[in-house]
């Protein structure tokens, strides 16, 4: 299927999604601090930039979208133009992201990661329902954990 706008077009489309304070991030975020969590954003000295860091917790927090990520659901659809171009970058995000986490787990840290889908989509949870994962998850202390959309809801 051929793209219905011109490439100038869509640069300039493309160019506007922003990398940080993205409506799941802002939805997550408000979600976390109103049941009470305070977190730093955007640490650059952590691997990868995490969206939201918790000293108190040693955990970090990534709120991932599913097309730049490459996530395997209903959200994530490889393009049909310039294939090449979009393999390459998607297939480097996720090695970039795999790197990160295993640095981070390495440092110490815990390590969640939030899905767009999870938000946004048939197979969405909510930003309450979210946020009280992220509570459990932060109180339960497990290392590694994925919020995601649910598979097959209707």
Do not use: Q
Request: glycine share 10%; hydrophobic share 40%; net charge positive.
């Amino acid at each position: 299927m051929t793209d219905v706008v011109c490439p100038e077009v869509r640069s300039r489309m493309m160019s506007g999604i922003r990398s940080k304070d993205t409506k799941p991030e802002l939805a997550i975020r408000k979600g976390i601090f109103a049941r009470g969590f305070r977190y730093r954003l955007h640490v650059r000295e952590l691997p990868g930039k995490p969206d939201m860091v918790l000293p108190k917790h040693r955990a970090i927090i990534f709120v991932n979208g599913c097309f730049w990520h490459g996530h395997n659901c209903a959200l994530f659809k490889w393009p049909s133009t310039r294939v090449n171009f979009w393999r390459t970058k998607i297939n480097r995000n996720r090695i970039v992201d795999a790197a990160a986490k295993s640095k981070l787990s390495g440092l110490g840290w815990r390590v969640l990661t939030v899905w767009e889908c999870a938000l946004k989509g048939k197979g969405r949870e909510g930003p309450e329902a979210i946020s009280k994962a992220i509570a459990e998850w932060l109180a339960a202390g497990d290392s590694l954990y994925e919020i995601r959309g649910i598979v097959g809801k209707a």
